[in-house]
């Protein structure tokens, strides 16, 4: 479910049929937009799966996430690709939301999660949506829950995600108002090495999302590091400077659009262009 | 799901990044923050200390800050200490890190996926089995082929990882125990290490940043012998152990610097997120070869070393102990490397598994001549299969994945996400040390300034994984 080209989405969703995820019937579509809290049947599901979104998962929300495409045969740049087929343009998608079961104990997180969320924000407030791949389970919260997420995952006792295993940032230049993602391995030694992953996302022209320090105070560095590394602001973290690169370095170097850098170098009277300038094939 | 474009991409336009309207936009340019507003300013490099002593107290001072590193011997490589002393008492310990940072991670997105492991395998220089193994787990998620990796491979990745946590084990003791002025310990340890580094020159050709296990398997089977060699080192290595265990163990020398030194409780190793020996001191049997098996450790018996002393003389031991616990998983897989002779060590799937057999040529080293000769000679399709392969690499379905292992420093995770390409869009490390490092203040504070040292090494940090 991206912000971006709602309306595409939309348009999508209404000739899409999808198995699982009915959508509620008194509505056109379902989103966080059109979403009521009276709306009978999801509070029904909710008090049925203990705040799992089983029936209202839509179309849209099932729909792989568009973060970019490729283009020509081999995805080579520069005019190099000389060889195939230069007009191909396959879009590059991320696994969409999953519908219920998740299976594993990623259904009975859920149900916790969902059971002590709607104590106080809501699940459908905090949480996204929910992606099961490769077998492990990805929660995306929005930003301004963050922190209650944070704190239900780590107090919960059925949860008990005691340990948080820093927070690595992605940037994804194509997803449009959601470029930064910042994302947080969760571990629960408690329950034996359980896993669980959230995510974070925030827009390139407002990178801010809030600190989980004082619910993880091993994070402080963590979250310096992608502070440094992608300039995602974590307010509220005690110290924000950068960790690994000096204090008054411009940019930051993990994003897309910062290059990587580097000189030709020559061998045995050949020149190998920068890494970065070499035929590349993604 | 492709669809038709005309258009002709454009990828000339500059690229962003950097602003030069920023203070500072020199990169190369001298740092701005090193004002230290008319404080007195000493800098200690040789020459009397009761000089300086005498002139540092005539300033009347109570407070004083002292920059420790990162050039110094005793701070495991580029570690910089800042330590806010009253007398010998340090009152506040922060540790600045990043003066070896490399940007791995940055260049592992313009490497494909193969040749990552060339580079992740340099992060902590003493660990390299563990970050290759941690890395191709998660690209192994993300292609979908863990449970297609052969038995063989996954022993030797084992193997090698044990044998990997021994050295690091080794030289985590022996540096220590340099650091506090025993430099049998550090002479024995090393020695000890040089067995461990033969083993690897013979099995993977270096002694270091080996680059041997690889997305789908490892590069190539263990040589002719290795097998016996290997047993020799481990008879070897017990023997040496043993003679760090009677040098150490009941040292009154040893106990006197470290017991009760760099204390760290299970709320304070919980809260800052530590693992490894330091969290198996305070008590809590955590480890994921235990709680979240990879690599088959399930079917090894082995136990999970723990004391609860919470303090740098535990954490030693806990090593100590470990290290025989390795030594107990290696001879295991030998015993299954025997049984498994002669079987893959790299996944069946040939759009992955790169086709190099390698082999002793000529020039000490390269492909099998007969490989050569199949696809110079008889197979035009191999030969294509075999360059498309090596240069272009394989492409890895978009995803991401987070897969950890126990390293010898705590838990190593690897965050790989994949647009669909041939190289990774993202690798992340969570390097033990890096978090591990965070517990410096919460452990020297309030102790003495040879404590620093002691806790310091006890928490094992390796700069190369703290800095990538």
């Not at chain 1, 995805?75 to 079961?101: E, K, N």
């Not at chain 1, 995600?161 to 910042?182: I, Q």
């Not at chain 2, 075999?386 to 897969?403: C, D, I, N, S």
Request: charged residues 25%.
């Amino acid at each position: 479910m991206s912000d971006d080209g709602t309306d595409d989405a939309t348009d999508d969703a209404t000739h899409l049929e999808s198995g699982e995820g009915a959508p509620v019937p008194d509505k056109e579509t379902d989103s966080p937009q059109t979403r009521t809290d009276d709306d009978p049947r999801a509070v029904d599901t909710a008090q049925h799966t203990g705040g799992g979104r089983v029936a209202e998962l839509s179309a849209e929300d099932l729909e792989p996430v568009k973060i970019g495409e490729r283009r020509g045969m081999f995805g080579a740049t520069r005019g190099q690709d000389t060889s195939g087929y230069g007009g191909l343009v396959t879009p590059t998608l991320l696994p969409g939301a999953t519908p219920r079961p998740y299976g594993s104990y990623y259904d009975e997180v859920a149900d916790r999660l969902g059971a002590a969320l709607d104590a106080s924000v809501g699940y459908e407030a905090a949480v996204e949506r929910v992606v099961v791949d490769r077998g492990e389970m990805t929660v995306f919260v929005a930003r301004e829950h963050l922190a209650t997420v944070a704190r239900v995952l780590r107090d919960d006792p059925a949860l008990r995600f005691e340990m948080c295993m820093g927070v690595s940032g992605t940037h994804y230049p194509g997803e449009e108002g959601r470029e930064l993602h910042a994302v947080y391995p969760l571990l629960s030694i408690t329950h034996g090495s359980r896993r669980v992953r959230l995510e974070v996302t925030c827009p390139d022209d407002d990178p801010h999302v809030p600190s989980v320090v004082d619910v993880w105070p091993g994070n402080d560095w963590h979250e310096r590091e992608t502070w440094d590394m992608f300039g995602i602001v974590f307010d509220g973290h005690p110290a924000l400077t950068r960790i690994l690169m000096p204090d008054d370095w411009p940019g930051h170097p993990q994003r897309k659009d910062y290059p990587l850098g580097g000189i030709p170098v020559e061998y045995k009277g050949g020149v190998v262009p920068p890494p970065d300038e070499r035929r590349a094939y993604s | 799901m492709t669809t038709h474009d005309d258009t002709i991409y454009d990828d000339s336009a500059p690229s962003p990044g950097l602003d030069e309207d920023l203070p500072g936009a020199d990169p190369y340019g001298a740092s701005v923050d090193d004002d230290t507003e008319g404080a007195a300013v000493f800098t200690v490099s040789g020459g009397d200390w009761n000089d300086l002593v005498d002139e540092a107290t005539a300033l009347h001072e109570e407070r004083i800050v002292v920059n420790m590193g990162p050039q110094h011997p005793s701070t495991h490589g580029v570690l910089r200490l800042i330590l806010e002393l009253d007398g010998e008492t340090v009152t506040e310990a922060r540790a600045g890190i990043g003066y070896l940072h490399t940007g791995i991670e940055k260049n592992m997105e313009f490497r494909t996926w193969t040749q990552g492991v060339t580079f992740c395998t340099r992060m902590d220089y003493l660990t390299p089995m563990f970050q290759e193994a941690a890395y191709c787990l998660s690209v192994e998620k993300l292609l979908g082929v863990t449970d297609r990796i052969p038995e063989r491979a996954s022993i030797i990745r084992v193997m090698m990882m044990e044998l990997t946590r021994v050295n690091s084990h080794l030289v985590a003791i022996g540096t220590g125990g340099m650091e506090m002025g025993a430099t049998t310990v550090m002479t024995i340890g090393f020695r000890e290490r040089e067995r461990i580094l033969r083993v690897f020159e013979a099995i993977t050709g270096l002694r270091m940043n080996n680059a041997y296990i690889r997305p789908g398997g490892v590069a190539q089977d263990v040589p002719h012998g290795a097998v016996d060699l290997v047993r020799g080192t481990v008879t070897e290595l017990r023997r040496g152990l043993g003679e760090l265990e009677k040098l150490l163990n009941e040292n009154p020398l040893l106990k006197g610097r470290t017991v009760g030194v760099g204390y760290l409780d299970l709320t304070g190793c919980t809260a800052l997120g530590i693992t490894g020996p330091v969290l198996r001191s305070t008590g809590l049997p955590h480890d994921l070869r235990k709680s979240d098996p990879y690599c088959g450790y399930e079917t090894y018996d082995f136990e999970v070393v723990t004391r609860t002393g919470c303090d740098a003389y535990d954490r030693l031991r806990i090593r100590i102990d470990e290290m025989y616990e390795s030594l107990k998983i290696v001879q295991q897989c030998l015993d299954r490397l025997q049984r498994t002779e002669g079987q893959p060590v790299m996944v069946e799937d040939k759009k992955i598994a790169w086709p190099a057999q390698l082999a002793i040529g000529g020039d000490g080293q390269g492909n099998s001549l007969e490989h050569i000769r199949e696809i110079m000679g008889t197979s035009m399709e191999a030969l294509i299969h075999h360059f498309k392969l090596v240069t272009e690499g394989f492409r890895v379905p978009p995803g991401q994945a987070y897969v950890a292992v126990e390293s010898a420093k705590g838990e190593l995770g690897c965050h790989t996400v994949s647009d669909g390409g041939t190289r990774p869009y993202r690798a992340h490390f969570r390097d033990p040390s890096f978090n591990n490092l965070q517990a410096v203040a919460a452990m020297c504070e309030g102790s003495q300034v040879a404590d620093v040292i002691v806790a310091v090494a006890s928490i094992d940090p390796v700069m190369g994984g703290v800095d990538r």
